[in-house]
């Protein structure tokens, strides 16, 4: 554990609030896909489908917020590395993942690229403020493992929910191997490093609306316990 400043701040303190809301809405779009209540809201489609409800759009709000409370916790870096870092990371991904559309149709390839590629732009956008990029990298666990557990279970009852309806150019497979590869894969090595990601990027915004003269080289202490 550092010492001065990053007493007055604990990781999991930091994340816990975060998390539970984040649980609470994951229930809240399970019970209403479940009750068949408004796509608008709660879409059953593979993916989603961008529903209102969803923990994706808590992503900015707490990238931003967590940003703010280590920014008064102690020394950060300036907003504009941690701003480049993320867009880095994003221009990145954006760029990998559209050649690769282009270069090829086998939609393996894709699913393997985008994993890789995405865990890259984590790393990327990570190093721009390392002590927000572990803060996320934590949140990014705690909001996404309750969804492997429902995926895991939805998948094998069958509920028809978006937590287990596979894309539809995905060939049948064995329910275990299909949480793997609709479930596991997907939040852990995507969604995670995607809440890295757009979590700094609003992070760094946010870090411009608060100012300040607090900044320090980023191999400095981070300020996080």
């Known amino acids: 554990m550092t010492t001065d400043h ?77 701003i480049g870092y993320s867009a880095l990371a994003i221009g990145f991904a954006v760029l990998a993942i559209t050649a690769t559309v282009k270069a090829t149709t086998n939609q393996s390839v894709h699913f393997g690229v985008f994993m890789v590629v995405t865990v890259i732009a984590g790393v990327i956008a990570y190093r721009g403020w390392p002590a927000l990029g572990r803060v996320l990298l934590a949140y990014g666990l705690a909001a996404r493992l309750p969804v492997v557990i429902v995926m895991l279970i939805a998948i094998y009852a069958n509920w028809g929910t978006h937590y287990d309806v596979a894309p539809p150019n995905m060939a049948g497979m064995a329910p275990l191997t299909k949480w793997f590869m609709i479930g596991l894969l997907p939040q852990m090595l995507g969604w995670i490093p995607f809440t890295i990601c757009v979590g700094a990027l609003f992070g760094g915004l946010a870090l411009l609306a608060v100012g300040g003269r607090r900044e320090v080289p980023v191999a400095g202490k981070p300020g996080l316990a």
Do not use: M
């Open 6 to 82: 990053s007493d007055r701040l604990s990781l999991k303190s930091l994340i816990l609030v975060p998390a539970l809301i984040t649980l609470a809405i994951t229930i809240l779009r399970l019970v209403g896909e479940l009750q068949n209540w408004s796509p608008t809201f709660f879409s059953r489609a593979a993916g989603g489908a961008g529903a209102i409800v969803g923990i994706v759009w808590l992503v900015p709000i707490f990238g931003a917020y967590f940003a703010v409370k280590l920014a008064k916790a102690g020394p950060r870096p300036g907003p504009r590395r941690v």
